[in-house]
């Protein structure tokens, strides 16, 4: 293919380059992120383009890009959360949706269980009290368990499901929030949140983002989980009330989190930075070369497989293919 008649898409934001490289070599890309005049860019491309390449969980595509595009084809989303694309507008219009399932599930869930230990067992405090010369002096102070705590996991789906698989090994019960039982799972499925977290002492949330699940996790849910509660998010940062978390955390409502996501990325609020006693981290839980390269390459599978007339590899639910109707 010449570049002539290479199809043109558009990045809306950073790809690593194993990615980038390959969409180069196939595709006519249109840089919009690095773009000092985006709105100047997309008038003078816009007509021509025909495929987007998501940029990542914080880069927004709705109606205002699509208005933009009126050939848009397909949008390839790097991620398999893509609560930043209005998928259900894309399918009004006819546009179909990707996202990256699967190859990112344990990579994600490896992360999620390194977190909810770090957050249990203390690790980043441990190892700031070391490195502060305080050994010298005294012990670190008895920490928590995972031995007595009981799990529920909050949307226990592909990664919900590899993080209790490796929690199985650890010996803890299981039990699940969604809004249908798994009928391939034994754990205890609960169709309340709510009376989940009065049952159990630890929530590992997996929820995807969006409005159906906003602020799910609350202050109702921090009070049924008590004193001894711990959350892990590696879901979606929307999922929990963030200031009613700090307020759970300040009181003493709920122990501690470990937190991968958060409402406002890249922005962590001041008070949740304050607290001492909790795990932060910047949105890592598929951060390794190994599976952003997978995911790099499903993207691009997509796009090259949709171009190619053979359709896409992993359309969302709200753009199934082939197209209904
Ligand atoms: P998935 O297979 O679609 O699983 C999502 C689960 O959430 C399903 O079991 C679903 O169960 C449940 N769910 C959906 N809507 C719900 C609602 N309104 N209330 C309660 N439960 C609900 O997706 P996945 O591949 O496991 O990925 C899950 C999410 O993880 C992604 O959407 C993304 O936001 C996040 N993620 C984060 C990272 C990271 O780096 N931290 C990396 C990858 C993914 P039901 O349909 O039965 O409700
Ligand atoms: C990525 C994610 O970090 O797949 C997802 O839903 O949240 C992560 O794997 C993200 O999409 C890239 O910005």
Redesign the pocket.
């Known amino acids: 293919m010449t570049a002539s008649n290479a199809p043109d898409i558009i990045m809306t934001g950073p790809l690593m380059a194993y990615a980038a490289d390959q969409l180069r070599s196939r595709f006519t890309v249109h840089e919009l992120w690095k773009a000092d005049d985006r709105a100047a860019m997309l008038r003078e491309i816009g007509a021509r383009v025909r495929g987007v390449a998501g940029g990542g969980a914080h880069v927004r595509i709705d109606g205002a890009l699509f208005d933009a595009l009126p050939n848009l084809q397909l949008v390839a989303n790097f991620?398999?959360?893509y609560?930043n694309v209005d998928a259900v507008e894309a399918g009004r219009r006819g546009i179909i949706v990707t996202n990256t399932?699967d190859v990112?599930?344990d990579e994600?869930a490896d992360l999620a269980v390194g977190l909810l230990l770090a957050t249990i067992r203390q690790l980043p405090q441990v190892d700031r009290y070391l490195r502060a010369g305080k050994w010298l002096e005294k012990a670190y102070p008895l920490t928590t368990s995972l031995r007595t705590r009981k799990i529920g996991i909050?949307?226990?789906?592909?990664?919900?499901k590899a993080v209790a698989h490796r929690l199985e090994a650890f010996g803890v019960p299981i039990a699940y929030?969604?809004?249908?039982r798994?009928p391939d799972v034994a754990y205890r499925f609960y169709p309340s949140l709510v009376e989940m977290a009065a049952d159990v002492d630890t929530l590992v949330s997996?929820?995807?983002?969006g409005a159906?699940?906003h602020h799910?996790i609350g202050a109702e849910v921090f009070k049924a989980l008590g004193p001894n509660g711990i959350v892990v998010n590696?879901?979606?940062g929307t999922v929990i009330d963030e200031q009613a978390l700090v307020e759970a955390l300040t009181s003493g409502t709920i122990l501690s989190a470990g937190l991968?996501?958060f409402e406002d990325e890249p922005r962590v609020p001041a008070a949740l930075m304050a607290l001492d006693h909790v795990v932060l981290l910047p949105?890592?839980?598929?951060?390794s070369v190994h599976t952003r390269e997978q995911m790099g390459q499903l993207l691009v599978d997509n796009l090259k497989s949709w171009f190619d007339d053979k359709g896409p590899l992993t359309p969302v639910v709200e753009t199934p293919w082939p197209k209904r109707g």
């Open positions: 991620g398999v959360g609560d399932p990112l599930s994600v909050v949307g226990l789906g592909r990664i919900g929030h969604g809004r249908t798994q997996v929820a995807p983002g159906a699940t799910m590696v879901g979606r991968d996501v949105h890592v839980g598929s951060a």
